[in-house]
Structure formats: structure tokens, C-alpha cells
């Protein structure tokens, strides 16, 4: 059974992380600095420490998108250099692909789509539940390297066909303000707010209203995933971006499905919108917004994506770093055994699941991630979290 304890209050939390965090804080001056040097086209520098920083005003472009559904998803030409390509399609996924049109050489070659890291909203009942999980929609974002254009080939029998044009480089510049008050570093690390990668929070709406209005629950367990996009990334924030347009829009959760992503750099990106108080990924009383990353085992589970493809390779020292270091503050904070088996109970469904307290995509659902090289060393990830935890260093 999961841990049976209240929701921590507000006041504890803020002094658990505070007190955590600062355990936890061993950055020295390289880190730093490479935490603090934004890539092409993300935020600026590190600012000053909360207490004595300014207002400051981000600038990053605008995302433009052209979402198509059904035939007409299958042939797509874009009026701005496509970025990434979105797809999700329903059954078969053998045989599924993509070719890139790029101006002045035509159609490049037919090239395999594999579906990425499967999520989506938790299914209020267990026969929905039997069914997602036994077969989740194929969801692929996909490099597209500046392409005018793309068509896609199905397999026979798939259906529900979405896809998305996406560009989160060249649009119109856009503005946003962040506070004093907002963290600027998290264990140590930069750590970037929603505004501060230019998470466009009008996209959280749909005629009107809240597509995905936010909910809160204990938290259970943590889960580590990768988000299968190119490795070696010049502008993860923009890929951020991406994500952000292909979750909430194209696959119409309302959201990006991570409550944090860290990049090559160590940086950590806050996902998942969780309210206006400045504690990321909670609600005032100490509860854990529910996202998108692993449908049907949503709520009271948290989950960190490594910026990247790690079936072939392990995270960057500095990601690695970043992930243990997270991973410790939300244990540490919540009074959770990094080393634990326990049984997730959802508290939305009431569908259980055995599982590793910190786990891999992979042992909720059938997909590959968080990539096998990275899924083989959970077991020491586990460890050093511990380790973290029980040093404070």
C-alpha cells in the first residue's frame, strides 16, 4: 500500500525544501557556470539571489504550429521552417513512417516513426484503464530540421490520426515577466520557471476555460523518463517549447505531461502548471499536482524527463547530477525511501500497481522509455538518492 500519511502543510513544505535544497546544494563554481550559460535561444544568465533581484522580463519566440487530423494530418506544408513534427495515431504502429520536405531538394527519404514516451490523462474507470494500457496511442515527436513540409505512411488499421507542424524558433518575439520572489536555482542548478522558457500559458486554455484544470494528490512515487528528441540539443528550451505545443494542443492534455525536465546542461525546467503560490509541482497544502506522463498511473506520481534518447547512451554527468539531486529533494521532502517496492493505489480509479518507489516509464507501460542505458542504472540512481538523502551533501 502506499504511504499512509496526511499531505504535508504548506508551511512544512516550504520549510522542508528550503532546508533540503540547502542540504542538498553542493554546486560549486564550474557547475555554476555551466548551469548559468543558456544555450542559442534559451533564457539569459543566472540573475542575482531572490531577495535582492528585480522584476526581470524574458524574451523567447513565439510557438506557431499547423495541426492537422485524420487524411488530411497524412500531407502537411507549413508557411515557416517546421521544427519538430507531432504524431499520434491509434493501433498498428509496425510500418508507420515519415519523409521531411525540405525547400529546393523535394521529399527526402521514407524514414521509420517509433512510438516515443506514451502518457496521457488518468482514465477514471477500470475497463478504460484495461484499455489504454494494453494499448496506448502511439505518440512521436519527431526532428524536423527546418522542413517546409512531411507526408506520413500508416500501417493498415490505424486510426485517429493527429499530427502537428511545429516551430518554436522563429516565431514573433513574445515577452513575459517573472517575479522577484521566483526561484532561480533548485539544489544548487539554474532552475527555470514556466516564464522563463516561455511556456505560452494561454495554451493551458481551450474556449475559454481550463483544458486540464489542475489537480492535486499525496505523492506515491517518482518516475524517471526520457523524452526520445535529438541528443546534443543547441536549444533545449525550444525544445521545451515543443513539447509544451505537442502535449497540451496537438494531443490535447491541456499541459506538458512532465512536472520537471532537465537538460544536457543540469538545468531544470518546471513542467506541469501547479498554481501561483512558488512551490513547482504542488498546491499550497504540500499535495502534487497530477500531469500526463504516465496514463492511468498519473495521479501522486511525479515524473522527471531527461532531455534526450538514452537507449544508447547514459545522461550527461552534469543531467545525471541534476536528476539525483531532484530526485533527494522530493524523497527527502515527502519523508519517501528511495530504495522502497511499494504499491501504488490510484486515487483516482483505485487500480494498484507494484512498483520500485523511484521507477522507469517502462514498468508502468509498454514503451521503451526512459531508453535501456538509462533503465539499467535506475538501481545505482536509487542508491546515490539515498546516499543524498541520508548525507545532506
Known amino acids: 500500500m502506499p504511504n499512509a500519511r496526511p499531505a504535508v502543510t504548506r508551511r512544512t513544505l516550504v520549510t522542508a525544501i528550503g532546508a533540503t535544497a540547502a542540504a542538498l546544494a553542493t554546486a560549486n563554481a564550474a ?6 550559460t543558456p544555450a542559442t535561444g534559451s533564457p539569459a544568465g543566472t540573475p542575482a539571489a531572490p531577495a535582492s533581484n528585480p522584476a526581470r522580463t524574458v524574451t523567447t519566440p513565439a510557438t ?49 516513426l517509433t512510438a516515443g514516451c506514451a502518457g496521457g490523462p488518468d482514465p477514471v474507470g477500470h475497463s478504460d484503464l484495461a484499455t489504454a494500457a494494453a494499448a496506448p496511442a502511439a505518440t512521436v ?50 532552475y527555470l520557471p514556466r516564464a522563463a522558457w516561455g511556456a505560452d500559458e494561454s495554451k493551458r486554455f481551450k474556449n475559454g476555460a481550463e483544458n486540464s484544470p489542475a489537480k492535486y494528490y499525496p505523492l506515491q512515487t517518482l518516475t524517471v523518463h526520457h523524452t526520445d528528441t535529438p541528443n546534443a540539443d543547441a536549444d533545449p528550451a525550444a525544445t521545451v517549447r515543443a513539447i509544451y505545443e505537442y502535449h497540451a494542443i496537438t494531443l490535447d492534455w491541456g499541459d506538458i505531461g512532465y512536472h520537471f525536465l532537465i537538460d544536457e546542461a543540469g538545468r531544470i525546467y518546471e513542467g506541469r502548471w501547479s498554481g501561483e503560490d512558488g512551490i513547482p509541482g504542488h498546491d499550497a497544502t504540500g499535495n502534487v499536482v497530477t500531469a500526463f506522463h504516465t ?21 550527461t554527468a552534469q543531467a545525471r547530477r541534476s536528476l539525483t539531486l531532484l530526485l533527494a529533494l522530493a524523497a527527502g521532502t515527502h519523508g519517501l525511501n528511495p530504495q522502497a517496492h511499494v504499491t501504488y493505489v490510484n486515487p483516482v480509479n483505485g487500480v494498484t500497481k507494484p512498483v520500485d518507489m523511484i521507477s522507469g516509464h517502462r514498468d508502468w507501460l509498454a514503451t521503451e522509455c526512459p531508453g535501456g542505458v538509462t533503465y539499467a542504472t535506475l538501481p545505482a540512481l536509487r542508491a546515490d538518492v539515498a546516499a543524498r538523502i541520508g548525507s545532506g551533501s
Open 141 to 190: 515527436l519527431v526532428a524536423a530540421d527546418g522542413a517546409v513540409g512531411y507526408e506520413l505512411r500508416l500501417p493498415d488499421g490505424a486510426a485517429n490520426l493527429r499530427s502537428a507542424a511545429v516551430d518554436t524558433t522563429h516565431g514573433p518575439v513574445r515577452s513575459a515577466s517573472i517575479s522577484p520572489s521566483a526561484p532561480t536555482t533548485f539544489c544548487g542548478v539554474q
Open 295 to 315: 496514463a492511468g498511473f498519473n495521479s501522486g506520481n511525479l515524473g522527471i524527463a531527461l532531455l534526450g534518447t538514452l537507449t544508447g547512451q547514459e545522461p
Open 64 to 112: 506557431r504550429a499547423r495541426s492537422a487530423a485524420g487524411g488530411a494530418a497524412a500531407d502537411v506544408r507549413a508557411e515557416f521552417p517546421i521544427r519538430y513534427v507531432g504524431v499520434s495515431w491509434d493501433g498498428p504502429r509496425r510500418g508507420a513512417a515519415i519523409r521531411l520536405h525540405h525547400d529546393g531538394t523535394g521529399p527526402g527519404a521514407w524514414k521509420p
Open 31 to 36: 557547475n555554476a557556470a555551466t548551469a548559468s
